[in-house]
């Protein structure tokens, strides 16, 4: 079960990583400051559920109740 746990752990890293250079780039080309936050709202929330699936995994992973 903790696999299942670090593979989602895993693939929220990499939306994470995205929705970062995606957020970079817009700011490079000047885009619209509406995006931008957007996409970094959307960032913080995946950073958090990125943060959930590590410490499940964690915690699965040590034997928990």
Do not use: E, H, P
């Not at 931008?36 to 958090?48: D, E, G, H, P, T």
């Amino acid at each position: 079960m903790s696999t299942v746990f670090n593979v989602l752990a895993v693939l929220f890293m990499v939306a994470v990583a995205i929705v970062l250079v995606r957020g970079l780039v817009n700011m490079m080309r000047g885009g619209s400051a509406n995006t931008s936050n957007k996409l970094m709202q959307a960032r913080v929330f995946l950073q958090f559920v990125a943060l959930l699936f590590i410490m499940l995994a964690l915690y699965l992973s040590r034997g928990g109740s």
